[in-house]
């Protein structure tokens, strides 16, 4: 199993473009999120998804998208990227109830001009 | 709503030493409290899950406590080693796997 994958590693974006970050997973998990790392802040949640079809928000929504069509892929879709959105993203996923422990991907660093 | 404190922010030990890595959250009704390991650049890795039901996990030279009175939790690592050092975050979750509310983690260096 390759577990969580994300691409692209590294991204530079210029203020008002927009991107996904792929994120997708081999191992059958229901769940899967989206979480950024900040310096200082911690990881905070961005959106998540119990399953195919099922997306809420996290912590701090505003600014990205996500969608859920199959079992494996979330994507994450900047809309219109802003300054503020330059991080580190992590993809993670968790089989489900009964089986918390949640894996997570190598990261993105997204850095916008 | 679930608040995660990790103090300190940075910790240096010499090698073989045992030491206490302390995690502190706001709210006791959490479901699990979850223990990673990131090495600078990488990704998360998952070192230890406690349930709410349970009081301690280990694995191997780590040990991890769950009081939830009290609203902490502690990593243990025995005879430390320098590739132990890495940052640790600790993370808890209050509604089930789907959302984790972490810590800003603890920096561990060991030195040779």
């Known amino acids: 199993n390759a577990g969580v994958t994300q691409t692209p590693k590294f991204q530079v974006l210029k203020t008002g473009q927009s991107m996904t970050l792929q994120c997708a997973q081999d191992?059958?998990?229901?769940?899967m999120s989206w979480y950024r790392q900040d310096p200082g802040m911690g990881l905070r949640l961005i959106h998540y998804s119990v399953g195919a079809g099922i997306t809420d928000q996290g912590e701090v929504p505003n600014g990205y998208n996500v969608s859920r069509s199959t079992t494996e892929d979330f994507p994450l879709r900047l809309l219109s990227a802003a300054p503020s959105q330059t991080s580190v993203y992590f993809c993670a996923s968790s089989p489900g109830q009964g089986s918390p422990e949640q894996y997570f991907g190598p990261g993105t660093r997204l850095t916008v001009t | 709503k679930q608040e995660v404190t990790q103090i300190p922010a940075a910790l240096s030990v010499p090698e073989g030493e045992n030491l206490v890595l302390n995690c502190s959250f706001t709210?006791?009704?959490?479901?699990?409290l979850q223990w990673f390991r990131q090495d600078p650049g990488k990704g998360l890795t998952s070192l230890l899950l406690?349930?709410?039901?349970?009081r301690e996990q280990t694995s191997g030279r780590l040990n991890a406590s769950l009081d939830k009175s009290s609203g902490r939790s502690t990593l243990y690592i025995a005879a430390s080693q320098p590739g132990d050092s890495a940052t640790y975050l600790c993370?808890?979750?209050?509604?089930?796997?789907?959302?984790?509310?972490f810590g800003t983690g603890t920096r561990l260096t060991i030195i040779p």
């Open positions: 709210d006791s009704a959490i479901y699990n």
């Open positions: 406690i349930q709410s039901s349970q």
């Open positions: 191992m059958n998990h229901e769940y």
């Open positions: 993370a808890a979750s209050n509604f089930g796997n789907e959302k984790l509310t």
